[in-house]
């Protein structure tokens, strides 16, 4: 099935089995950035991804980057990282700056970012509505690192991550992992995959296999993990 063209206002998305066609697991171009379309999206195992200036596109890669949160892997230099106890870990204190700081990072990585101006305002939005959450990395009352997603039921879809200094959001996703599992999520969804995150435990699944476990996991109605305010990382 070619790619399919969205109405600006009514967006309606295909199933994401129908991105066989395109390699890359292009479904559609168009839409909006609506919470409501993003959430619709996201139930279907659908994200937006694209550079600014080019149309909205959405996707659902044919191989699908997963991590579970019981068990990620905290390598020993990290675990002697994080017992130094100067760090501090917070969620949803500071959404937009994590946002931003994910977004600057892309630009020093290659040129241009996904991450625009219109796709911070878009997931702030959604932060907005308890939908899109944060993870926050302090050092020195300094935001040094942090990673943003979408809580989709029991699975969390990871955006973004980015660090200001070495580490920093390594330490964010042992954190949110750790939560995750104490509040019985069952994935955390890293969409595609990185040397960064097989190296803590992610794995690659097929988009069928994640399409299953994502509709068993859309319902679960599960509240959003705590932390204490300034929680030190060493104790998570």
Avoid at 111 to 118: M, P, Q, R, V, Y
Wanted: with cysteine; charged share 20%.
């Amino acid at each position: 099935m070619p790619v399919v063209w969205l109405s600006p206002k009514h967006p309606w998305f295909p199933d994401p089995c129908n991105a066989e066609s395109e390699p890359d697991g292009l479904l559609a171009v168009g839409g909006n950035l609506e919470p409501s379309t993003l959430l619709n999206a996201y139930q279907a195992g659908i994200f937006p991804w694209y550079q600014d200036g080019d149309p909205l596109l959405w996707w659902s890669p044919a191989v699908r980057c997963v991590l579970e949160p019981s068990r990620v892997h905290v390598s020993r230099s990290l675990r002697k990282l994080m017992r130094r106890d100067d760090y501090r870990v917070t969620t949803n204190r500071a959404f937009e700056d994590v946002m931003h700081g994910c977004s600057a990072e892309r630009n020093l990585q290659q040129t241009g970012t996904w991450i625009t101006a219109e796709m911070i305002e878009a997931y702030t939005n959604l932060h907005r509505c308890g939908l899109a959450h944060s993870i926050e990395v302090w050092r020195d009352e300094q935001l040094v690192g942090g990673l943003y997603g979408v809580a989709v039921g029991g699975i969390f879809c990871g955006e973004s991550m980015f660090s200001r200094v070495a580490s920093s959001s390594k330490i964010a996703l042992v954190c949110l992992s750790q939560r995750l599992a104490e509040a019985k999520y069952d994935l955390i969804d890293c969409q595609l995959p990185t040397s960064h995150l097989l190296s803590m435990g992610a794995t690659s699944i097929q988009r069928k296999d994640f399409i299953e476990r994502l509709k068993y996991q859309v319902n679960r109605d599960l509240a959003w993990p705590a932390f204490d305010n300034d929680t030190p990382a060493s104790v998570l």
